[in-house]
């Protein structure tokens, strides 16, 4: 596995808000550019999405992606690998959400991809960082209103 791009924000929403906005996978497209349409394949017994097929564009990344949830953490923790994809070889990411004590929260995205073709790791990276950012500003923007 290679190493993980990994970035922090504080977000001005209890740590139960924010983890139910992430839980709701099928209404991600309405808030992260990034991600342009979620279809569940398969749900836990609690209704959670354990398997979705993705369609990712990331800035220079285009890819469907089917990916599986890990939801043994949640609420605190929810994380995702790569089933199989178009392009990409890799990606496992994972949402850290801690109660701040004071009605904020801070979420830690990390996020790792490789693709099938040969891309300077600087430039993966690069990408990655960019990724993490802008998901995690949208998300401060779509729980701070």
């Known amino acids: 596995m290679s190493d993980q791009s990994s970035h922090s924000i504080t977000i001005d929403a209890a740590?139960?808000?924010v983890s139910a906005v992430l839980t709701d996978l099928e209404q991600y497209p309405?808030?992260?550019s990034a991600i342009k349409k979620i279809d569940v394949q398969e749900r836990d017994a609690a209704g959670r999405a354990t398997k979705v097929?993705?369609?990712i564009e990331a800035g220079v990344l285009k890819d469907r992606a089917t990916l599986t949830y890990d939801w043994s953490k949640a609420p605190s923790e929810i994380c995702f690998s790569l089933e199989e994809a178009n392009l990409m070889?890799?990606?496992t990411g994972c949402y850290l959400i801690k109660d701040n004590g004071?009605?904020?929260s801070t979420?830690?995205?990390s996020l790792t991809t490789q693709v099938s073709m040969p891309v300077p790791d600087m430039?993966?990276?690069k990408v990655e960082k960019q990724t993490i950012?802008?998901?995690l500003d949208q998300l401060k923007k779509k729980m701070e209103g």
């Open 133 to 135: 950012d802008t998901a």
């Open 30 to 32: 309405s808030w992260s």
């Open 53 to 55: 097929t993705v369609s």
């Open 102 to 104: 004071d009605d904020t």
């Open 123 to 125: 430039m993966r990276r």
């Open 15 to 17: 740590a139960a808000d």
């Open 89 to 91: 070889t890799e990606m």
């Open 107 to 109: 979420v830690t995205y």
